[in-house]
Nanobody, 125 residues
Framework: QVQLVESGGALVQAGGSLRLSCAAS????????MGWFRQAPGKEREFVAA????????YYADSVKGRFTISRDNARNTLTLQMNSLKPEDTAVYYC??????????????????WGQGTQVTVSS
């Protein structure tokens, strides 16, 4: 079973950048597909980005495409989300999540059994 710990959340002005990290332990990191999700107050948790276990494919929500980049380092058991050109609507708690192969699409939060505790990102206008 994998454990996940996010870091890097902060308060940033609109147009700025942040880099979120997710450290994984307790499992074979490269065997898990990884995703970033976010949840704003009063809203459902939504998909942001995902990357396959081998890092061969990445997927993005339309709202972040071209601004955010997901990456992973399987040697260091680390997942990263580089966020550029941040907007106030990006304000949310950001979660990393892990799933094994064969559990459905990477964009569906219900397919991820393992979650971190979240890190707060606040973008001021």
């Amino acid at each position: 079973q994998v454990q996940l710990v996010e870091s890097g959340g902060a308060l940033v002005q609109a147009g700025g950048s942040l880099r979120l990290s997710c450290a994984a332990s307790g499992g074979t990191f490269s065997s898990y597909h990884m995703g970033w999700f976010r949840q704003a107050p009063g809203k459902e948790r939504e998909f942001v980005a995902a990357v396959t276990g081998s890092a061969s494919r990445t997927y993005y929500a339309d709202s972040v495409k071209g601004r955010f980049t997901i990456s992973r380092d399987n040697a260091r058991n680390t997942l990263t989300l580089q966020m550029n050109s941040l907007k106030p609507e990006d304000t949310a708690v950001y979660y990393c999540a892990a799933k094994s192969d064969g559990l459905g699409s990477l964009g569906n939060k219900n397919n991820y059994p393992y979650w971190g505790q979240g890190t707060q990102v606040t973008v001021s206008s």
